[in-house]
């Protein structure tokens, strides 16, 4: 079966997983992390990428990014940001070779309760793993800057914005919508989202992005996230 094209649009929040090669560890120390995390802060600022949202775990990243007026910008952004990972860990071991997958899944987001929600789903990785009991246990996310109204690096997304009027207003609202159980059919949807490649959104958004992109978008089953 062809892969299918990736859809990649400026302005539009994206969920990409990228996975270790054959699943093999890319985080083995803290310097690992550390290392990532200060290198996606750096680089969005160089390919004019907004992170909405991102979680490292042994294995594999998942991140929620936006890219800006040009889309080349998230590709080179990825292609930087694995290479450099790949570097820091074979200068440590005295390895040579890659790191990663060659290719990267992606998803383009629906900018509203999709978006909340693929946020969520990204921070509670760790927590669907059993590796911590609450994602605010989880040093290697986004949670903690999300959930607490002090100034952080991460990009604020229109959804989370959509929270409060105040940043506690809107941390406090997004611990709350976090702490909620996620619907079986929410986490269905975008688990295949990322997998197969399609859209995270409803049919409308589905149309919408026929239109601007004059591609036909393969659809999936109806049903959009409930969020209470």
């Known amino acids: 079966m062809p892969r299918l094209a990736r859809i990649v649009l400026p302005n539009y929040p994206h969920h990409i997983v990228q996975r270790g090669h054959n699943r093999g560890l890319v985080f083995v120390e803290t310097a690992d992390y550390q290392r990532y995390v200060a290198d996606l802060r750096e680089l969005k ?7 909405y949202a991102y979680c490292l775990m042994s294995n594999h ?13 998230l590709s080179q952004f990825m292609k930087t940001l694995a290479a450099r990972a790949t570097r820091f860990r074979n200068k440590l071991e005295g390895l040579t070779g890659t790191l990663w997958e060659s290719r990267y899944r992606s998803s383009l987001v629906q900018s509203d309760h999709y978006l909340l929600a693929c946020s969520r789903y990204i921070e509670l990785n760790p927590v669907r793993a059993r590796m911590v009991a609450n994602a605010s246990e989880y040093e290697w996310s986004s949670y903690s800057a999300h959930a607490s109204p002090e100034e952080s690096w991460i990009d604020l997304d229109p959804a989370f914005c959509s929270l409060g009027e105040t940043p506690e207003e809107r941390s406090s609202h997004y611990v709350e919508f976090v702490a909620q159980s996620i619907p079986p059919s929410e986490l269905e949807l975008i688990k295949n989202a990322i997998q197969r490649g399609q859209l995270t959104g409803a049919d409308r958004f589905v149309d919408e992005v026929e239109h601007l992109t004059g591609l036909r978008v393969e659809r ?4 959009r996230p409930k969020l209470e």
């Open 61 to 73: 990243v998942h991140l929620l990014l936006a890219p800006g007026d040009s889309i080349a910008g």
């Open 220 to 223: 999936r089953g109806p049903g």
């Open 45 to 51: 600022e160089a390919f004019d990428v907004k992170v």
